[in-house]
């Protein structure tokens, strides 16, 4: 989604510019076109040289000065850009953005541009917190700015607190979003589940699998970059995706009542997690002592959330399987009244558990079936929401 967009990086006078050339870096390496905007302050923390080798283009900074060869000027920069980030942000930035001032190249771009504009600020604890930057990002907030709040931790000036540039990911995701607004998905509500239940046989000890979360989450970012709300309901323990509603869950009941909760309203409910079959019946309080843990513990079924989960949405599934893939895929598709089943072999190499990669047939309700090739999960996530998009 990001390839052959047309990002417009400003980078002004923090420490945190170093910060700056990843970000430029992981979006060139996704095949978007960086043009980057220095403040003068920020060629003072990190040399242009290093934007310009890493974006492959030339780095524009003086307003008096337009790159002619390219015609980069603040107003064809800014009418070009599908989006504008600005990372880091200093309180000098946001004050001049939020009074509408237009005294440098970054600044006029800004005012000359319809494009979104994401905000990451980055500054000492106190500026940040200072009432009269509050009021300029609250500002900017109001005016449709999208901010990235910074984070809370050790801050250049040898203080903790918030005011650190958001990590590249959390930007990354917010482009993501933004980008994805006009998505395919706009304006749908959609619940993921992902990773791996975990069944309390006492304080200490579980019942659990091998499932990862990978393919959750490659669902629920698709999701979202294609304009979606999403609510990820997650066993796996992953960082939280950028700009989705994430709950964090361990055992099947905790799972189900989390989904019930989430569906209201969906629009589709996509259960990647592999959720546990059995659980103990009791959970002992304490932990078991090894002379008395029993070789025979008594185990019930768990709840079946995919069949359970209440709701007028499309239901998708997952059959992880080593053996007769289609048949119990199908079985499942029927039992579990499924409008899409991924039937997913984990025996196949680079397919199932802990990988990058799956290797999928996608079964819908009408019995048609679609053997995809191996590919990433994302790519995977991506086909199985086409198959929503176009089936509702
Ligand atoms: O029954 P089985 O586990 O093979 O079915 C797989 C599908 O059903 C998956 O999508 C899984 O997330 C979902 N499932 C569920 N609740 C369970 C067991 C599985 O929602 N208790």
Known sequence: MLTDKIVVLGITGSIAAYKAAELASRLTQAGVRVDVVMTEAAQKFISPLTLRSLTHRLVASDMWEPLEEHRISHVSMAQAADVVVIAPATANIIAKIACGMADDLLSSMVLATKAPVI???????????????????????????????????????????????AETAQIMGAIKIVLGKNGDMAGKKVVVTAGGTREPIDPVRFIGNRSSGKMGYALAESARDRGARVTLVTAAGLPEPTGIETLAVESAAEMLAAVQKAVKG?????????????????????????????????????????????????????????????????????DKVLD??????????????????????????DGSETDLPLMTKREVADKVWDWVVTNE
């Open 266 to 334: 969906a629009d589709a409910l996509v259960m990647a997690a592999a959720v546990a079959d059995f659980r103990p019946k009791v959970m002992a309080k304490s932990k078991i002592k090894k002379a008395t843990l029993s070789l025979n513990m008594e185990l019930e079924r768990t709840p079946d959330i995919l069949a359970d989960a209440e709701g007028n949405f499309i239901r998708v599934g997952f059959a992880a399987e080593s053996e007769n893939l289609l048949a119990n895929a199908k079985k499942k598709l029927a």
């Open 340 to 365: 899409l089943i991924v039937a997913n072999d984990v025996t196949a190499a680079g397919s199932g558990f802990g990988t990058d990669t799956n290797k999928v047939t996608l079964i819908s309700r």
């Open 119 to 165: 905000i990451a600020p980055a500054m000492n604890v106190n500026m940040y917190e200072n009432p009269v930057t509050h009021a300029n990002i609250e500002k900017l907030r109001e005016r449709g700015f999208y901010i990235v709040e910074p984070c809370t931790g050790r801050l250049a000036c040898d203080t903790v607190g918030r005011g650190r540039l």
